[in-house]
């Protein structure tokens, strides 16, 4: 079964277990879906109201790509678990054999792809989690605090998968421009992530 599929009580229990997959990457996956969900929900909650009729258009566009977001990080969780798989293989391949650094190199490479596209994802849906905090309606901007945090946790959780396959590329040119952008990432949109969640609760202090 799609992990999309399961039910939120079988993934947590499939994520609790010894099993490889899910792991960190599907549950960061997951979280920033989540998060991007919960931005599309102030913006539906926005669309149409009167009071906020001069953004409606912003408000719409937002809307729809948060849905997006949504969508492809949950395909990410999929694609994560599908990229681990040939690199558990290729860490079985006995040690004396010539092609392994290769085919070695060519795995943690692809492993790395789907959380790196995870950060950069969730970095979009901060950017939208910004716009939603500033123009959604008041009676869900609370919303889109706890999706930047959602986002935020998903980012930093992408990121460290990311490091964990660059960590022992031999290219390391590679690995050091993969790790360069995402502590990039990181450290800006981190920050953007904070600045949101602390702006909304200072509504409520």
């Not at 277990?17 to 990457?25: E, F, L, T, Y």
């Not at 681990?84 to 190199?105: H, M, N, T, V």
């Amino acid at each position: 079964m799609e992990m999309r599929e399961m039910t939120l009580a079988a993934f947590t229990d499939a994520l609790a277990s010894k099993k490889a997959v899910p792991g960190g990457g599907g549950a960061s996956a997951l979280a920033g879906a989540l998060g991007a969900a919960l931005g599309s929900m102030v913006g539906e909650l926005t669309l149409g109201k009167p009071k906020y009729a001069a953004v409606e258009e912003q408000m719409r566009a937002l809307t729809a790509r948060a849905k997006t977001l949504s969508e492809e990080l949950l395909a990410l969780a999929e694609e994560d678990a599908a990229a681990f798989l040939p690199l558990s293989r290729a860490y079985g391949i006995p040690k004396d054999d010539p092609g392994r650094a290769a085919e070695l190199e060519r795995c943690l490479r692809l492993a790395a792809e789907p959380p790196l596209r995870m950060v950069r994802l969730c970095c979009e849906a901060i950017g939208l989690m910004e716009g939603f905090a500033q123009m959604g309606s008041v009676l869900a901007v609370s919303d889109a605090a706890a999706g930047a945090a959602l986002c935020r946790g998903a980012l930093f959780g992408a990121a460290v998968n990311v490091k964990v396959n660059t960590k022992s590329m031999a290219d390391r040119a590679c690995a050091g421009a993969i790790n360069d952008e995402v502590d990039r990432l990181t450290a800006e949109y981190g920050r953007r992530a904070e600045t949101v969640y602390e702006q909304v609760c200072g509504r409520y202090s």
